[in-house]
Nanobody, 119 residues
Framework: QVQLVESGGGLVQAGGSLRLSCAAS????????MGWYRQAPGKQRELVAA???????NYPDSVKGRFTISRDNAKNTVYLQMNSLKPEDTAVYYC?????????????WGQGTQVTVSS
C-alpha cells in the first residue's frame, strides 16, 4: 500500500517562510511527477508547484519567485520551500504524486497540512 505523509505546516506571519515535506512510502516502483496543491475555504483546489522525475518544475504566476519545489528521489520525498508568504497563501496544502506500483501508475494524495499566514 502506498501512502504520502506530509509535514511542516503551521502558522506564520506575512513575509515569513515555511517548508513543507512529503514522503512517499510503500510498494513503489517509480515516481513520475510530484507536486503540491492547495485549497482555501470556498475555493477550488489549485496547483502550487510540480516537479518531474528529472527536475523540471512548474509554478503558477501567483507563487513564482516565492516558492521552490524540490525532490529527493532516493528518499521518495518532495519539498516545498515557501518564502515571502502572504495571507492569501493560507490554505490546506496537499501533496500529490503519480506513483508506479504493482504494474501500473496511480495518482496519490496526502492528507493535507494547514498553512496559515497572518497579516
Amino acid at each position: 500500500q502506498v501512502q504520502l505523509v506530509e509535514s511542516g505546516g503551521g502558522l506564520v506571519q506575512a513575509g515569513g517562510s515555511l517548508r513543507l515535506s512529503c514522503a512517499a512510502s510503500g510498494s513503489i516502483f517509480s515516481i513520475n511527477v510530484m507536486g503540491w496543491y492547495r485549497q482555501a475555504p470556498g475555493k477550488q483546489r489549485e496547483l502550487v508547484a510540480a516537479v518531474t522525475s528529472n527536475g523540471i518544475t512548474n509554478y503558477p504566476d501567483s507563487v513564482k519567485g516565492r516558492f521552490t519545489i524540490s525532490r529527493d528521489n532516493a528518499k521518495n520525498t518532495v519539498y516545498l520551500q515557501m518564502n515571502s508568504l502572504k495571507p492569501e497563501d493560507t490554505a490546506v496544502y496537499y501533496c500529490n504524486a503519480l506513483i508506479g506500483s504493482r504494474g501500473y501508475y496511480k495518482d496519490y494524495w496526502g492528507q493535507g497540512t494547514q498553512v496559515t499566514v497572518s497579516s
